[in-house]
């Protein structure tokens, strides 16, 4: 009976992972991003960069779109904190303080909603984003300021980490 409950019920679980459900695009989004800083759909047809990801090309309507890896310098257009999740995973995170999402206006490409990595960030600034396999195994992208190195595998890892989106987050024992 207890065990039942706790597969209905998030809060009664030990680990919670982030939402792992995607549209099989965002699935080939995500295998996709396995590797590489940020892989996004191009258009072999009109050269169109597509995001989110889409069967068609959303200007040219050719089924011809494929990844490759994609300059990922942009401007960030907004940026929101969030007090308050109805997600377990964020739930338990938000206990430290809110968390931070963004719009990105990326170079020459489409606008994407992104976490916000460590650093100071404003309306205007000059970032970058990278994707990141969580841990659903799911792509997400995370803007970081232009000074950040995101060269190495390494670097990218250290910010997940700070971030705390690697690892399943655990109920606080006692709570
Ligand atoms: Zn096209």
Same mark, same amino acid.
């Given at each position: 009976m207890r065990k039942r409950l706790k597969l209905n019920r998030p809060s +009664?679980?030990?680990?919670?992972?982030?939402?792992?459900?995607? &549209?099989?695009?965002?699935?080939?989004?995500?295998?996709?991003? +396995?590797?590489?800083?940020?892989?996004?759909? $191009?258009? &072999?047809?009109?050269? $169109?960069?597509?995001?989110p990801?889409?069967?068609?090309?959303?200007?040219? +309507?050719?089924? !011809?779109?494929?990844?490759?890896? &994609?300059?990922?310098?942009? &401007? +960030?257009? !907004?940026?929101?904190?969030? $007090? $308050?999740?109805?997600?377990?995973?964020?739930?338990?995170?938000?206990?430290?303080?809110?968390?931070?999402?963004?719009?990105?206006?990326l170079d020459g490409g489409p606008t994407m909603i992104v976490h916000l990595g460590p650093g100071e960030m404003a309306p205007g600034d000059r970032v970058q984003v990278f994707s990141h396999s969580d841990a659903s195994q799911s792509a997400v992208l995370i803007a970081v300021p232009d000074s950040v190195d995101l060269r190495t595998r390494e670097a990218r890892r250290a910010i997940v980490l700070a971030m705390g989106l690697n690892a399943p987050a655990i109920r606080p024992t006692g709570a």
């Amino acid at each position: 009976m207890r065990k039942r409950l706790k597969l209905n019920r998030p809060s +009664l679980r030990q680990r919670a992972r982030p939402p792992r459900h995607r &549209t099989a695009s965002g699935a080939r989004f995500s295998a996709a991003n +396995l590797s590489g800083i940020l892989k996004l759909q $191009h258009c &072999t047809a009109c050269q $169109h960069i597509q995001y989110p990801p889409a069967e068609l090309c959303g200007v040219c +309507l050719a089924d !011809a779109l494929v990844y490759r890896d &994609t300059d990922n310098g942009g &401007t +960030l257009l !907004a940026q929101s904190d969030l $007090h $308050h999740s109805l997600w377990e995973y964020f739930k338990r995170r938000l206990g430290d303080g809110p968390w931070s999402v963004g719009t990105v206006q990326l170079d020459g490409g489409p606008t994407m909603i992104v976490h916000l990595g460590p650093g100071e960030m404003a309306p205007g600034d000059r970032v970058q984003v990278f994707s990141h396999s969580d841990a659903s195994q799911s792509a997400v992208l995370i803007a970081v300021p232009d000074s950040v190195d995101l060269r190495t595998r390494e670097a990218r890892r250290a910010i997940v980490l700070a971030m705390g989106l690697n690892a399943p987050a655990i109920r606080p024992t006692g709570a």
